[in-house]
């Protein structure tokens, strides 16, 4: 079956440090991947996405590259700030050739804390 | 535009009772996800219409937990009885585009069963 997995928390940082959050999957075909993020009170949005191998996805100062050879799909920001902190999850869906696809399948989350 | 709306936020109920949770989509969507996600863990779908019908309810527990979106919009997600590993959050989520895999989530109902 489908499957991620993603570096347990939780992650605390200083301020404009850099973010490395680990990510890799277990698909049956050719997934898209995904970065969710769940801020304080808030539900859980998108932060970016890649639908195929080698494809860079960004959004916020954060990017993550889609490593078919390693099966990995790590989210990177080169500083964070205080307002980073929040719960990141990472999710794969498989999409189908006729169209659609299935729900979304994440790893369990990292819960980053971003220091002053 | 508005977002996937829940309701309610928060209940308390005692094993064996029953509860009722509502999602209403964001307008157009056609596609809507029931998901469970347990303190520490990762959200789990367990039911995922497209329109009224059902695409993928393999991991719905159907002795206990049932699902309807009777006209294609609005849904309501039913656990009865209720068990004491059924405390969770229950979250909505809609999709407009079935290709892109992109949810929108609603902030969820969160379950307490005491």
């Known amino acids: 079956g489908n499957s991620v997995t993603q570096m347990e928390g939780p992650v605390t940082l200083s301020e404009e440090a850099f973010l490395t959050i680990n990510c890799t999957y277990t698909?049956?075909?050719?997934?898209?991947l995904f970065w969710y993020v769940q801020y304080p009170g808030e539900g859980l949005q998108l932060l970016l996405k890649a639908t195929k191998a080698d494809d860079k996805g960004s959004n916020k100062g954060f990017e993550a590259t889609y490593r078919k050879e390693t099966t990995s799909f790590h989210l990177e920001k080169g500083s964070v700030q205080v307002s980073d902190s929040a719960v990141y999850f990472c999710?794969?869906?498989?999409?189908?050739?006729?169209?659609?696809?299935?729900?979304?399948?994440f790893g369990k989350g990292t819960h980053l804390i971003i220091q002053p | 535009e508005a977002g996937v709306a829940q309701s309610p936020r928060y209940k308390i109920i005692e094993k064996r009772q029953s509860v009722a949770f509502w999602c209403n989509p964001i307008s157009g969507h056609a596609t809507l996800y029931w998901y469970q996600q347990i303190l520490g863990q990762g959200p789990k779908l367990l039911i995922q219409f497209q329109n009224n019908g059902v695409v993928d309810d393999s991991q719905l527990p159907k002795d206990r937990f049932s699902a309807e979106r009777l006209k294609g919009v609005d849904s309501t997600l039913k656990i009865q009885p209720a068990k004491l590993e059924d405390s969770a959050v229950y979250l909505c989520a809609s999709s407009l585009d079935k290709k892109t895999g992109e949810l929108f989530f609603g902030e969820g109902s969160r379950l307490t069963v005491l």
């Open positions: 999710a794969l869906t498989l999409m189908y050739s006729g169209g659609g696809a299935d729900g979304l399948t």
């Open positions: 698909a049956t075909g050719y997934p898209s």
